[in-house]
């Protein structure tokens, strides 16, 4: 199987090309990183401006996503790329859509938190929110830092580490549901905040596919709909 070789090609242009891509796709990707934060402390502190910022910010998110994925295109007419080089056109693809998505998900929380803003704040019901969206805010900066590096096995880490969020998840909806059957008057609250919790479940998943696609593009091994074992056996054992 080919190596991994980028930046190595006889035209410096599509050294350029390809390097130009990549950096959009971390700028991107800190963009998006910053929505989960602004959209999570919005929810978080009550912060009806700072979640309408987050809102209007989608637009850039979805802009970034349309000119990566033409940028992509006018390579592969232009290049017709072969072996590694396909595979991080690919790759680049599939981790903006899931970028993409990753922001769509901040936008609802940024949503749930304009419209939170204005009920009762009992002290302390966020706090578990704000801790699971730090760590999905890290699982997407690990990714990425991922995708940078070329690093198969921090991206298998970071992918082990969406099994932690689904508990999380799973912990959270029945102490939610809890909640309001022993309080019907928080049910409106709860719901919003269920909503919010399950955003910060499908970003980790998000994150996880972003890490697939890394270990696709190190070492061409498609390790999605696989067990977390399986993948493992890939990145540490990889077939030639």
């Not at 809102?55 to 992509?72: G, H, K, L, P, S």
């Not at 696609?213 to 540490?236: A, F, S």
Request: charged content about 30%; aromatic content about 4%.
């Amino acid at each position: 199987m080919d190596k991994l070789s980028i930046n190595t090609h006889i035209s410096r242009q599509f050294n350029a090309e390809l390097e130009d891509i990549r950096q959009h796709v971390l700028t991107m990707g800190g963009l998006v990183e910053e929505q989960i934060s602004d959209a999570v402390k919005a929810l978080v502190d009550g912060d009806g401006a700072l979640g309408e910022e987050v809102i209007t910010r989608d637009a850039e998110v979805n802009r970034m996503e349309v000119f990566i994925d033409e940028a992509c295109s006018h390579i592969l007419v232009r290049r017709q790329p072969t072996a590694s080089d396909l595979r991080l056109i690919v790759a680049v693809i599939k981790t903006i859509t899931d970028l993409e998505r990753i922001g769509d998900e901040a936008e609802k929380i940024a949503r749930m938190g304009v419209h939170l803003a204005s009920q009762d704040r009992p002290q302390g019901a966020y706090a578990e929110l704000a801790q699971l969206g730090s760590y999905v805010r890290n699982m997407v900066h690990g990714a990425l830092d991922a995708f940078a590096r070329l690093d198969a096995g921090n991206a298998l880490e970071i992918a082990k580490s969406d099994e932690h969020v689904d508990r999380k998840y799973e912990a959270m909806m029945r102490q939610s549901i809890t909640f309001m059957m022993e309080d019907p008057r928080t049910i409106r609250r709860m719901l919003d905040i269920l909503w919010s919790v399950r955003a910060l479940e499908r970003i980790g998943d998000h994150s996880r596919n972003i890490c697939e696609y890394v270990i696709y593009l190190v070492h061409g091994k498609d390790v999605r709909h696989i067990t977390l074992e399986e993948m493992e056996k890939e990145v540490r054992n990889p077939r030639q």
